[in-house]
């Protein structure tokens, strides 16, 4: 069982979200490096505090372009954090002092019943730190003091912060689960397609302990496999309020994206690809996910034996970068094909995390380069010394070489063509990181 505790960081912007949420950071952090052109805030995080785990969410990380819109930003995140987090931080600038947005926020965060804790930061020398008493005012109990840029009150925060967890919380990591998404626009099917998923006969669904009326992942056994579908309180409940702030329903998408394994992206078959579907294709992608086209309503088109594989160029023509992602074409009214859904989410999950041995992976890199030779530049040539898979979830390939220089965008291509063709990595985004290594004589 995996019902991990959930935290999440809100405030003002330049607060120090970001700041805090970087120190907090542990090891196993989702966001890997971003595509070029598109750059975002790490939003989840995997936390370790004296053995426990959690999750922690940065809820901001859009860019407001005026007052009115911090604020309206400022309450999509109170509510996103009201609605899926079991404790919320709320950051406040010890320097800058309290601002009406900050009585806002608080107002809302007091009428919430889950432990708030208000993190006065900014706070970097002692001599500020009656700073903190203004903030009293805002109701939401004892103000601690943090300097997130001095790394300073953080494991008092953190003590804090694991003394809130509500009973029946699972703070250990549990490997085997797949975390996996469910995202897609409004009436795309995604609360049928998780009905009829939850509804298979062989599937146990046990309510996560303690906190079931308002869980937001459900949990699920199939055979020996555990599963845990993220943030579906969303999609259960239908809460159209949320549906109504088009960049919150984006918000709330890709935490849900961050925090799993394999995401599903729902299209409408009748409505085609939508600007919100390329979005969270783009952040899964770039977070290093497994991805699944899960085309749905496909009893509504009609059909001639042309009709699969143009809508299947269609994706392919609007997703040039994930070629890898399988594309499924069901029905969640007749059944069609429904029950490749989980299947195909176990495979691309075995993809995703697996590792292949480097001799085997040399030989393939051997035979590339000799197949089509390195680049060269000036006389010297790109050189190959080896490579390795240094991580999984994503599959993480390093390659040493001679000189980043002589590296070519083609080349790269060609080589983790290579590496896909031989070893499949089906449904998987991966990482290829091209190192320098001295090798001379
Ligand atoms: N003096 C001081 N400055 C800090 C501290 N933490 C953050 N800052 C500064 O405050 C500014 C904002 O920090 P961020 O972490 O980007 O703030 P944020 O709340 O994430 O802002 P948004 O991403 O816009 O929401 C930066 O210039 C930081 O260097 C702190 O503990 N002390
Ligand atoms: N014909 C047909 N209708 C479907 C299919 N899947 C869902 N629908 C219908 O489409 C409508 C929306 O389905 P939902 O499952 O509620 O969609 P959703 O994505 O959860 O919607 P939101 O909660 O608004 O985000 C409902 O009327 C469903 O009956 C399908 O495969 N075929």
New binding site residues.
């Given amino acids: 069982m995996d019902n991990r505790p959930i935290v999440a960081v809100v405030g003002r912007p330049n607060v120090g979200k970001s700041t805090l949420f970087n120190k907090l950071a542990g090891k196993r952090i989702s966001i890997v490096e971003d595509t070029p052109g598109v750059t975002r805030d790490r939003i989840f995080t995997e936390v370790e505090w004296l053995n426990k785990y959690f999750t922690l969410i940065d809820t901001g990380g859009i860019e407001p372009e005026n007052d009115d819109i911090i604020l309206t930003q400022m309450r999509n995140q109170a509510m996103l954090a009201m609605d899926m987090a079991h404790v919320i931080v709320f950051v406040v600038d010890g320097k800058g002092g309290i601002t009406s947005a900050d009585r806002e926020v608080g107002l809302m965060l007091r009428k919430t019943n889950k432990p708030v804790i208000l993190a006065v930061n900014k706070i970097d020398n002692i001599n500020l730190e009656d700073n903190i008493y203004d903030f009293y005012e805002l109701g939401l109990g004892q103000p601690h003091p943090i300097s997130s840029a001095n790394a300073m009150g953080l494991g008092d925060l953190l003590d804090e912060i694991v003394e809130n967890f509500p009973e029946g919380l699972n703070t250990e990591y549990n490997e085997d689960i797949i975390r996996v998404a469910i995202t ?1 626009k ?8 998780l009905n009829k998923i939850l509804g298979e006969e062989r599937v146990i669904v046990s309510p996560i302990a303690g906190t079931t009326r308002d869980a937001v992942d459900t949990y699920f056994e199939k055979g020996d496999q555990q599963y845990l579908l993220i943030d579906t309180a969303g ?1 259960r409940r ?1 809460s159209k309020v949320y ?1 109504r702030v088009e960049k919150f329903s984006v918000l709330r998408a890709m935490s849900a994206v961050s925090r799993a394994d394999v995401v599903l992206i ?1 299209i409408d078959a009748t409505e085609g690809v939508t600007e919100q579907d390329t979005k969270v294709a783009g952040i899964a992608h770039d977070e290093g996910k497994a991805c699944i086209f899960v085309v ?5 088109i009609e059909k001639d034996n042309k009709t699969l594989g143009n809508y299947t160029n269609e994706i392919r023509d609007m997703f040039p970068f994930m070629n890898y992602a399988p594309i499924l074409f ?5 059944n069609q094909r429904m029950s490749k859904i989980l299947d195909t989410v176990d495979k691309v999950a075995e993809e995703h995390s697996k590792r292949v041995s480097t001799s085997q992976l040399n030989d393939v890199i051997g035979e590339a380069v000799m197949l089509n030779q390195p680049p060269s530049d000036k006389g010297k040539r790109l050189k190959i010394y080896y490579g390795a898979q240094t991580g999984t979830k994503p599959p993480k390939i390093t390659l040493y070489i001679n000189s980043k220089d002589l590296t070519h965008f083609s080349y790269q291509r060609y080589l983790e063509n290579k590496i896909r063709e031989n070893f499949g990595f089906e449904g998987t985004s991966m990482q290829f990181e091209y190192r320098e290594k001295d090798r001379k004589r």
Avoid: H, Q, Y
């Fill in positions: 897609g409004p009436n795309a099917g995604k609360s049928s397609i999609i239908k549906e729902v749905n309503k496909w009893d509504l069901v029905s969640a009214v007749t």
